[in-house]
């Protein structure tokens, strides 16, 4: 436990040194189970899902994941929008009427889309794992205010958890230490018309992806939580992206495109630091592995914000706010539903034995304040496991 402690201390400490650094925040998967419950469920995580949520998970029951793939994107499943993107795929459509689709589902929704691939043992008080994230989302006012800030990381992640345990109190304590790699586009993102132009105007890209810069480095990082039970009653804490600072180097697509493998960057100049990412939840599961399993639960992004402005009630609390519930039948078949900062997500999932299968609906809040702009879109994810 000191030990654990000390390389927390470590990281925080690091952490705080960000003076003259571009801080940036971490990657994590639009996976179907957390998107389906309102984006909570990284607080109370178990299994692989918790190389992304609360490390206190390792201390849970074990389960070996082969592959685990999510896919998502960011567009409103209506018959309206099918219809779109079904016209946008047809090759007799013109470029014209191809940048007129794009243009109304970013304006209506934003677009893009991102996927998640990884497999790794996580439980019994060990971890060990790897993935890789890809993000691009699409959006802001169109045309020359949309952006695409894409983003990719591949993570290595080695992790511990504790369990406790006195009659009915129950305490899990976990930390893990991961390697990443980084390759992102600009925060302030690259500029989507010149791109969708430049795709479809039928020259040489090579002058469009000179102009598409891109920085790439790696770096180290910690994660570490907690989570205390009294009975079926969870109460849940978890810090990620505790890192040390880290160095990045700026490079072109054009310069992967031609380069490959030799291309990508290691040896950067420019100064980075992840920002570390505080969550805290409450929640409740019934009849745990029993054939009907009902859970609730409640989390909040920066627990520490939402203590010292919770007497002012403003919307920024709503900001930070997930909810979500799933009822899992006969061990194997789970629907869930969720408010994510004031928006509705629906899921289901499957588990075959080996194969798990869930999928998801989601609106998440890209405004303000909620019900400001939401931008909905859909999940989807599979997994071949061992274990729960």
Same mark, same amino acid.
């Given at each position: 436990m000191k030990r654990i402690l000390l390389i927390l201390a470590i990281f925080?400490? +690091?952490a705080s040194g960000t003076f003259g650094q571009t801080a940036i925040t971490g990657v994590t998967p639009k996976d179907a189970?957390?998107?389906?419950?309102?984006?909570t469920f990284r607080v109370f995580s178990d299994g692989y899902s918790s190389f992304f949520g609360n490390p206190a998970g390792f201390a849970g029951q074990g389960s070996l994941t082969l592959a685990d793939i999510s896919t998502w994107a960011y567009i409103k499943p209506t018959a309206a929008n099918l219809a779109s993107i079904k016209k946008f795929m047809d090759n007799? $459509?013109?470029? $014209?009427d191809k940048i007129g689709i794009l243009g109304n589902l970013i304006s209506q929704n934003g677009f893009g889309a991102g996927t998640s691939v990884g497999l790794g043992w996580a439980g019994k008080g060990f971890a060990l794992g790897a993935n #890789?994230?890809?993000d691009a989302p699409i959006g802001g006012a169109f045309p020359l205010g949309t952006k695409v800030p894409a #983003?990719?990381? +591949?993570?290595? #992640?080695l992790g511990f958890g504790i369990p406790i345990k006195l009659g009915v109190v129950g305490l899990k304590i976990g930390l893990d230490g991961r390697v990443f790699y980084r390759l992102n586009a600009p925060s302030s993102g690259w500029t989507f018309i010149d791109i969708a132009t430049g795709l479809m105007g039928g020259g040489s890209t090579d002058t469009l992806l000179q102009s598409l810069k891109l !920085?790439?480095? !790696?770096?180290?990082a910690a994660d570490a939580g907690a989570v205390l039970n009294v009975g079926p009653v969870l109460f849940g804490f978890s810090v990620r992206d505790l890192g040390l600072a880290f160095k990045m180097k700026e490079i072109s697509v054009y310069d992967l495109k031609t380069g490959g493998f030799n291309a990508i960057p290691f040896n950067g100049t420019l100064p980075f630091t992840l920002t570390p990412q505080y969550a805290a939840g409450v929640g409740i599961r019934l009849f745990e592995n029993g054939l009907f399993e009902p859970s609730v639960y409640a989390e909040v992004d920066d627990p520490i914000y939402l203590v010292s402005h919770i007497s002012s009630f403003t919307t920024d609390i709503f900001m930070k706010l997930h909810a979500g519930a799933q009822l899992r039948l006969l061990r194997f *078949?789970? #629907?869930r539903g969720g408010l994510n900062k004031g928006w509705i997500s629906v899921g289901a999932g499957i588990d075959l034995a080996l194969l798990e299968i869930d999928a998801a609906v989601f609106t998440e809040e890209?405004? *303000?304040y909620p019900g400001n702009k939401g931008r909905t879109g859909i999940s989807v994810q599979a997994a071949i496991r061992f274990g729960r």
């Open positions: 925080a400490i +690091a189970r957390s998107m389906g419950m309102g984006g007799t $459509t013109s470029n $014209t #890789v994230i890809l #983003v990719s990381q +591949a993570d290595g #992640v !920085y790439g480095g !790696y770096g180290f *078949l789970t #629907v890209m405004g *303000l």
